[in-house]
Every structure is written in C-alpha cells, then in structure tokens.
C-alpha cells in the first residue's frame, strides 16, 4: 500500500487543487470539478445512510427534501456533517493517491 507524503490534516485542509497539483486550472475549471467531487461526497453519504435503513425507511427517505431529510437523517441518528467531512477526507485521500500514481514518474503499477 501506498503512502502519501500529505498528512491527513493537509489534506482536510489544504487547498486539493494545490494537492493535486492542479493550480494552474481556470476558475471555471475548478468550479465544476468541485461541483463534481461534491456530488459525488454527497452520493456516496447517502448511500451509506441507506444501507442502515430499514425496506420502509427507504421510500420515505427517497421522498423527502430539504429540511425534512435534514430532519429524518437526524432522527436515525445520523451526524451528516461529521459524514461529509469524513467522505471527503476519504475522497480527497483517493484523488491524491491517484494522482500521485499519474504524476509520480517511474511509478510501479499498483497491483489490486
């Protein structure tokens, strides 16, 4: 397994284009990567929020918007802040690991 040389806290905090080396990217660019990486954050949450959810509980969910999902997540005792932060330090973590593979010259193959 692959290390990186980033500690966890960079990469919650930092910059991910200046961590991907991805700087030289127009605004526009970025906004829609970020657009991207947040839906997919948001997808892989709610995923996880409905592998716990009971057969009922799905169709429910699937039907609520807004304040009232906000509402019915927090009665299932999910913390969806603390979720998103989580998924996207685990993204952030995949997308620099990747990236490291693409841009690292000599990189050894990685091997499933």
């Known amino acids: 397994m692959s290390t990186l040389p980033i500690s ?5 905090t930092e910059d ?5 080396g991805l700087q030289s990217l127009t605004q526009e ?3 829609i990567i970020l657009q991207k990486m947040e839906q997919t954050v ?3 949450v709610y995923g996880t ?4 959810l009971h057969e009922g509980e799905i169709e429910n969910f699937e039907n609520l918007h807004g304040e009232d999902l906000m509402r019915f997540i927090a ?3 999910f913390d ?3 979720m998103v932060v989580e998924e996207s330090i685990r993204y952030r973590m995949e997308l620099a690991m990747v990236f490291q593979v693409t841009t690292t010259p000599n990189a050894a193959p990685a091997h499933a």
Do not use: C, M, T, V
């Open 8 to 12: 966890a806290n960079q990469l919650a």
């Open 80 to 82: 969806i802040e603390q």
């Open 49 to 52: 929020i409905l592998a716990d």
């Open 16 to 20: 991910i284009f200046s961590i991907l």
């Open 75 to 77: 009665q299932k005792g």
């Open 42 to 44: 948001l997808a892989r």
């Open 29 to 31: 660019e970025k906004d």
